[in-house]
């Protein structure tokens, strides 16, 4: 059996973890530089708020109907979704973590269990613990746990948070109930090719032939048809090290300048290089793109990118931010003002199997270094010991006006208690 354990409007109740008066309170969370809506509470949802709204289209609104608006907090959104996690490990060795607040169970050897019971013990526990609201969903594979958690969140009062799809004629039911645009998996194309064939529902997709499924929707698709019909042929997951990572960002205004830009492209390689040495993986391509504000159409408009080769693999943030301003060099024209730019890594290798070349190789007195600087970063805190072509003086900023504490992150954002 699985189980799909799922926070619920999980921004919004991390927010209220520490606020209880917000309980009962509609609210949103926005995303990067407050810009649309990202999360939203169900009292934000019965307002008829939907996600991705703009936040400035919709500041009536939420004045109107005292929504309590919050930035993106990820720094302490995640820290609660570790906690959540690490509580979630007690109660079964398998556990696969789908999202920052989803996570998937599998209870393998628990034959003698009851399991609606240890779970609905789970959901408590990690509730008291964390005071974040949980749905749980239990079904004998993922696909069919997914469902069921979907009908936990429509139906809370009558599961109480806690649903067990152990039988066929409850699962028949739900796939009944479960129209096709809303399983797990299929994406809005697929969707509309179901319906014009009159696939409406979960239960009318399952019945298809698999030849046409896998025609139409490839093997992804036939393997969770068959996980839907409750033959498990979706395991759990290993987290695997990221293909590739970027660091992009819009300016807070907009450059015009080639200095301005190799300081920001300059600090965009030095973070992804960090990330990739925990990693403890190498590179050997790097990408720069740069693009001027859309959203201006009255300023001329420009958008490019160059990709380099690197001539030896390399974890460097000296090296990484070498090439990616070489890299920027290439694309940079004069006379348009840039709003955003980013930089991005591929192409990894892990760090111990790196091959000397015969005419270049990294510096290897870097290694030391960047070590150094992890530690003394780690310890004193992000971006302290910084490269001489970044700005020293200068923390990028996104725009965050509605920013809550990071109660569990910062001393400095720790309750105070009155007594």
Request: proline share 4%; hydrophobic share 40%; glycine share 4%.
């Amino acid at each position: 059996m699985y189980a799909l354990v799922d926070g619920n409007n999980f921004y919004a109740s991390c927010e209220r973890v520490f606020r209880p008066e917000l309980n009962g309170k509609p609210i949103v969370v926005l995303s990067n530089n407050d810009g649309c809506v990202i999360a939203r509470s169900n009292e934000a949802k019965a307002l008829g708020i939907p996600m991705g709204a703009p936040a400035f289209e919709y500041s009536k609104c939420f004045t109107l109907n005292n929504v309590h608006v919050f930035s993106a907090n990820f720094a302490f959104y995640g820290d609660m979704s570790h906690r959540v996690m690490s509580l979630l490990n007690d109660f079964t060795p398998e556990l696969e973590i789908y999202s920052i607040d989803e996570a998937f169970l599998k209870f393998e050897g628990f034959t003698y269990f009851n399991l609606e019971k240890h779970c609905t013990e789970l959901k408590h526990f990690v509730g008291q613990c964390t005071g974040i609201p949980l749905s749980v969903g239990i079904a004998p594979t993922k696909a069919l746990a997914k469902v069921a958690n979907k009908i936990c969140k429509k139906f809370p009062i009558q599961t109480k948070g806690v649903y067990m799809m152990d039988t066929e004629a409850k699962c028949m039911k739900a796939l009944k109930w479960l129209k096709v645009e809303d399983i797990w998996g299929i994406g809005r194309q697929h969707a509309k090719r179901l319906q014009q064939i009159g696939a409406l529902t979960a239960y009318d997709f399952i019945n298809l032939p698999d030849a046409w499924v896998r025609k139409n929707m490839s093997v992804v698709g036939l393997r969770l048809k068959l996980d839907l019909r409750g033959i498990p042929t979706l395991d759990l997951e290993e987290i695997e090290p990221k293909k590739n990572i970027a660091t992009t960002r819009s300016f807070e205004t907009m450059y015009s300048e080639l200095s301005d830009l190799r300081e920001r492209i300059s600090t965009f390689a030095f973070s992804c290089a960090e990330k990739l040495r925990k990693q403890k993986a190498c590179c050997n391509t790097l990408m720069v793109f740069i693009r001027t504000n859309n959203f201006r159409q009255d300023m001329p408009q420009y958008n490019n990118s160059s990709v380099i080769h690197l001539p030896f693999p390399s974890n460097s943030g000296i090296e990484l931010s070498h090439f990616a301003n070489l890299a920027l060099n290439k694309i940079y024209r004069k006379g348009y003002a840039y709003k955003k730019a980013g930089v991005m890594i591929m192409d990894f290798m892990p760090q111990d199997q790196v091959q000397l070349n015969v005419f270049e190789n990294s510096n290897v007195k870097h290694e030391p270094l960047m070590k150094a600087i992890d530690k003394l970063n780690k310890v004193y805190g992000m971006q302290k010991i910084r490269l001489a072509s970044q700005d020293l003086k200068r923390v990028w900023k996104m725009k965050q006006e509605k920013l809550s504490p990071k109660y569990t992150t910062s001393l400095k954002d720790i309750i105070t208690i009155f007594t």
